[in-house]
Nanobody, 115 residues
Framework: QVQFVESGGGLVQPGGSLRLSCLASESTFNIYAMAWYRQAAGKQRELVAI???????NYGDFVKGRFTISRDNAKNTVYLQMNNLEPEDTAVYYC?????????WGQGTQVTVSS
């Protein structure tokens, strides 16, 4: 069955870095765009970054050059490198294939940025 497993979150101080990983259950997802989303407590889920099958990328305005999305098709894995983290980045981070598997969400990985 369809499955996404997010990992790499944790507690970091402002200015710190984390690298998130998303493992997809099937190589089929290599032909789809993949995206990272996040949802802070009490707020709606928002798009963080997206990468196409051709490795083109786009980011939410709040990223401000701090994050990089990438993918390794041989590993069925999508990454999100996050640098210069801010308290406002605190949220649960999820990955998915937008418009394809929107009803299949993993558990997400918690990112907490606090001093």
């Amino acid at each position: 069955q369809v499955q996404f497993v997010e990992s790499g979150g944790g507690l970091v101080q402002p200015g710190g870095s984390l690298r998130l990983s998303c493992l997809a259950s099937e190589s089929t997802f290599n032909i789809y765009a993949m995206a990272w989303y996040r949802q802070a407590a009490g707020k709606q889920r928002e798009l963080v970054a997206i990468i196409t099958s051709g490795h083109s990328t786009n980011y939410g305005d709040f990223v401000k050059g701090r994050f990089t999305i990438s993918r390794d098709n041989a590993k069925n894995t999508v990454y999100l490198q996050m640098n210069n983290l801010e308290p406002e980045d605190t949220a649960v981070y999820y990955c998915n294939a937008p418009g394809v598997t929107d009803d299949y969400w993993g558990q997400g990985t918690q990112v907490t940025v606090s001093s």
